[in-house]
């Protein structure tokens, strides 16, 4: 990259010939998952102004547009042949208006990044749970971040976005003022069609106190606690996180079976009062099977800061196999269905999360309107190691064979119409390779109001879309049959 080719094209740009191409084509995405897309060059703006002559350049050039933020997606999609990837990693802005108590900050910025930023100043901002997710990718599939279940999607706090639109203008977007580009956003991950250059967010107070209590089974309690997490996931407040994590031994505790998954409940409260917390997090001494339990810690001080260094240490640097689903159906069937993807993970690194979305709320509707009080993911990961390629396949047949009964079952419960089916209603696009696993994001009704957004604000499908784009399994699952004559994709 050098500053001629900036003076040349009105933007730095890394051509595949130059030195720094691999690094941004893929070395700067934190997965090392097996992309051969080349792309035809990065572009890497410093300025808003330069987004603009990059977007700009792609029209002249007829390109189609990647654009990456932080680097966190499973697979890549913004790398894709022949298109122009822009990277926004050189926009750093993050500044904060006490007054409103909002913080501008550039789509790179990573939730750790803005915390830090705001921690002295009584604030925080939900972002991902892992430190380096950037807030572009995060908030344009809604957002899960600290704290989900009780602030909702982190998406719902964008008070504003400035976005860069195909035909290269900078346009302003808040609740007010071109509200569809807003809308359309979140929920749209790798589909979106304009590139934001810059968020105004709305930030809650930093919690005095942050507690949480955790437990550690063994594999034998697995049907009654995750039962137990199911029902009580319903009456617990909802200012809390609360998930269970099936994880191997080998990894996390020593002695016996290595390969015994144990599940690891953890309900983390933020408040103001110690005590306040503390009341909260009562219920988890009601938990069955304590007794036999591995480990328990009941109210303990928590942090930002240790939550962040635990995804460190369960995210290893290497390919990573995900997928996810939200839930409904009879507890006891629903817990009999996850058994496959919490009790047989592929490799050391591996875990499965339930994470009780019940009470959920949501300040704003938008185009990602499928959720249920049960969210699960399971990350498959085969860590950078002399093993990697044959573990990575393992890991990416373990998602596709694990989750393809959940998917059977999904059918049948559609077919029977029985509300206590056990079944997934659709995922998240954020937590997903979508092309191992396709599934449903939106409803029919939003998707076709998404698609026509889309295709007035970018008519020549400038940006490059899904990476599964066909009427069959772009937001389709594949056991709702055949998808309706000339549906929109
Ligand atoms: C270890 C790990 C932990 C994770 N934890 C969480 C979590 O706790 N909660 C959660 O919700 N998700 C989580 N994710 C998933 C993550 O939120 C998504 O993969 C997200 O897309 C990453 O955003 P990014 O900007 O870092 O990724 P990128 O790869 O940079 O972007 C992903 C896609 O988002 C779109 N995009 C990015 N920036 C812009 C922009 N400025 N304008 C328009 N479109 C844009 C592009 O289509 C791009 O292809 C995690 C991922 C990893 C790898």
């Given amino acids: 990259m050098t500053l001629s080719s900036a ?14 191409y691999e690094f941004y084509r893929m070395g700067r995405n934190f997965s090392t998952n097996d992309v051969k897309r080349q792309v035809a060059g990065v572009a890497v703006p410093r300025t808003v102004d330069e987004v603009i002559a990059a977007v700009q350049h792609a029209g002249r050039n007829n390109l189609t547009i990647g654009v990456r933020s932080g680097g966190h997606s499973f697979n890549a999609p913004a790398v894709r042949d022949n298109a122009l990837l822009i990277d926004l990693i050189q926009l750093k802005e993050v500044s904060f208006d006490e007054e409103t108590e909002i913080v501008t900050a550039s789509p790179s910025s990573t939730g750790k ?20 997710v950037g807030l572009g990718g995060f908030l344009s599939q809604g957002g899960a971040g600290f704290m989900w279940r009780s602030i909702g999607w982190a998406a719902s706090l964008i008070e504003w976005m400035d976005v860069v639109t195909a035909d290269g203008r900078l346009v302003h977007v808040s609740h007010h003022e071109n509200t569809e580009l807003l809308w359309a956003f979140v929920g749209s991950g790798p589909g979106y069609f304009g ?32 039962k137990w997490c199911l029902d009580i996931g319903e009456t617990v407040a909802p200012s809390t996180e609360m998930f269970a994590s099936s994880i191997l031994r080998e990894k996390f505790l020593p002695g016996g079976d290595p390969k015994e998954a144990l599940l690891r409940v953890q309900c983390s409260a933020w408040t103001d009062s110690f005590e306040a917390g503390q009341a909260i997090l009562t219920f988890m001494e009601s938990a069955p099977h304590l007794d036999k ?8 001080p928590a942090s930002l800061e240790a939550e962040y260094q635990v995804q460190i240490d369960i995210n290893p640097v290497g390919q990573y196999f995900v997928t996810n689903g939200w839930f409904a159906g009879d507890h006891g069937r629903v817990t009999d269905l996850l058994e496959k993807p919490f009790l047989t993970l592929p490799s050391a690194d591996s875990y499965s999360m339930m994470y009780s979305m019940q009470p959920r709320m949501s300040r704003h509707h938008f185009a990602n309107d499928i959720s249920s009080g049960i969210y699960v993911i399971s990350y498959a990961i085969a860590a950078d190691s002399d093993e990697t390629p044959d573990l990575a396949d393992k890991c990416k047949t373990w998602i596709q064979d694990t989750w393809r009964p959940i998917d059977e079952a999904s059918r049948e419960a559609a077919a029977s119409g029985d509300p206590s089916a056990p079944r997934s209603v659709g995922y998240y696009t954020g937590d997903c390779n979508q092309e191992i696993r396709p599934g449903r994001f939106m409803s029919e009704q939003n998707w ?13 499908h400038r940006f490059v879309g899904y990476l599964n784009n066909t009427e069959f399994t772009l937001n389709w699952n594949a056991w709702e049959g055949a998808p309706p004559a000339n549906r929109p994709v």
């Fill in 293 to 300: 339990a591995y480990h328990t810690e009941f109210c303990q």
């Fill in 448 to 460: 076709v109001k998404w698609v026509g957004i889309r295709d007035r604000y970018d008519p020549s």
């Fill in 7 to 20: 003076e040349e094209f009105g933007f730095p740009l890394v051509k595949p010939s130059d030195d720094k």
């Fill in 113 to 132: 990044i803005v915390n830090g930023y705001l921690k002295s100043k009584g604030y925080w901002f939900p972002g991902g749970h892992c430190d380096g």
């Fill in 195 to 226: 590139v934001v250059v810059r968020f105004g967010l709305k930030c809650p107070k930093l919690s005095k106190h942050h507690l949480r209590s955790v437990l550690l089974f063994g594999q034998s309690e697995y049907k009654d606690v995750m």
